[in-house]
């Protein structure tokens, strides 16, 4: 699937990591990046990328929602 961003080649980008927790792997929790967008997610941090690229509806769509003063997303799953 190409990137959301820029349309180039993606790869598979797990949204958020939860150490442990196999339910990182849900639908929901997935998205496709390039090489350089799923690098400088990692590097920003998810609120920072999210704010950067305006991907607030893309999250939502896949059922996040925003945490508020912790600066963070949830899922609604896990």
Do not use: M
Not at 41 to 56: M, P
Request: aromatic content about 12%; charged content about 25%; some cysteine.
């Amino acid at each position: 699937a190409p990137c959301i961003i820029c349309e180039h080649p993606g790869e598979l980008d797990h949204i958020k990591h939860y150490a442990g927790n196999p339910s990182r792997d849900v639908e929901g929790n997935a998205w496709s990046l390039c090489r350089q967008h799923h690098t400088e997610k990692h590097q920003s941090g998810l609120v920072k990328f999210v704010e950067k690229y305006r991907l607030w509806s893309a999250l939502e769509e896949k059922g996040f929602y925003y945490c508020g003063l912790g600066k963070c997303y949830r899922h609604e799953s896990f």
